[in-house]
């Protein structure tokens, strides 16, 4: 290209360009002002063929311009800084399969950006941009950091994704605090070498997805605190080993999932301090080291199954934590319940975890027939599943007193004079009530009328006690 086709804002950028100096075309108080054309073709002639000088390091810098026409760098490989910064672009830049060496569009205006395939060896900088189409970086290979934050995006076509980010590859941060989109972003297959910060985000796609990251795989954390999206997030498969941190975040998708992270690695799960989910709550097959889980934040329909966690934070009595595990669409869990006895065992809370197990027998009864539901009820009565052994007690302690009560009062006849023992209602009680143990005074002495049906009724419910004491132990014992 001639230099004198050019026009004079054209010609300042080109000379600029060969010792990397920065235009700025922006006037001193007129923030949003006029802003001087640069044409798409010049800028990229100037990025692949533009001027050298001896001893300087060229690099295109220009602030608060606008350029027309589609800047194409399609394959093209670009070893100079390129920063386009506050600038306005008439059509989206397209830059799939491109080689750079540090690309920033900083505070400026896009319909969209197309950087597919593209390799970039610094950063890539969106910082407070604004865009009214589609970011594409799918595939792309960053070495440095990818920065989003305060930038605004929304997609023309709810049909595709806002950011489309699938299997991208980030050597370091994904920066995309105060990040406000209206629509999907997809982060399927992506990785990133450090951390993912979406604190203070606003993610909106009413009634669809508004994050999905399966198969994501992150280095460090995944911060999202007060994170508030309106539509799913979907992290299934997703590998953290730090925290994916929600502290004060609001999750809505009502009438469907909220947060699903089912079959994820997590070190740490932050779900405290914000407001009730709205949607459903899929944690199944899911690892997590440290599961911080606030009750008051529980969906009314919470998916538990195979979820597997070593600590539960922060301590509550068992009494608040079993609500969750009835809110798997009714379905009764085993696995759920002996995962919170576990956490409660090893913070040493025994008294917690029998209050869990006691739980998880009685949720079992109502899987059973009949006959099992009254076996059940029964042994609950009797000792709580064996979880309440002073129960058996008092129920024992109460039998004798009443047998005592109604055996002094009344002696039976011995069945041979002369050779029975001298009475004793308590022994004679005790006979009936305990079938193992004998003081040979129910062998000696014969109740009649509503006595002896006294007597049949102590010796069945000491049956009764003693194999529901029996089934007990044997059940507390097996748990240990």
Known sequence: MEINALTPAERRVWRAFAT??????????????????????????????GPREPGEIAALKVVGARVTGVLDLRQAVVDSVFRLVHCHFDEAPNLVGAQLAHLSLRESELPGLDASHTRIDGGLRLTRCRMSGSVRLSRAQISGALYLDGAQVTAPDPAQ????????????????????????IRLDGASVAGSIDLQDAELSNPGSQVLTAESLDVGANLLARRLRADGRIDLRG??????????????????????????????????????PIKGRLNLRRAEVGQLQLQPEMLPDQVRLLDLT??????????????????????????????????????????????????????????TLPWYGRAWGRLQDAAVGYGFRPLRAAGWLLSLLAVGSIAYAGHHPPPLKEGEAPDFNPVF?????????????????????????????VLIVTGWILATTVVAGVTRTVSRQ
């Open 20 to 49: 990397g100096a920065t235009v700025d075309f922006r006037v001193a108080g007129e923030e949003n002002g006029p802003r001087p054309a640069l044409r798409a073709a010049v800028l990229r002639a100037l990025l692949l063929n």
């Open 161 to 184: 994704p806002a950011l489309q980010f699938n299997q991208v590859s980030i050597d370091d941060d994904l920066c995309a605090r105060g990040l406000r989109v209206q629509g999907l």
């Open 238 to 275: 997703a590998r953290v080993p730090g925290r994916v941190d929600l502290l004060r975040s609001t999750l809505s998708n009502p009438g469907d999932t909220a947060l699903r992270v089912s079959s994820c690695v997590i070190g740490e799960l932050w779900l405290r301090e914000g407001a």
């Open 309 to 366: 966690y070593t600590f539960l934070t922060p301590h509550e009595p068992a009494e608040r934590r079993l609500p969750m595990l009835e809110r798997d669409d009714g379905a009764f869990d085993p696995h759920a319940y002996e995962q919170l006895t576990a956490a409660y065992r090893r913070i040493g809370d025994d008294r917690a975890a029998r209050v869990v197990q006691l739980a998880k027998q009685r949720r079992h009864r109502r």
């Open 428 to 456: 004679y009680t005790l006979d009936l009530l305990l079938p193992v143990i004998s003081f040979g005074q129910e062998s000696a002495y014969a109740p009649a009328g509503g006595y002896q049906w006294l007597a049949y």
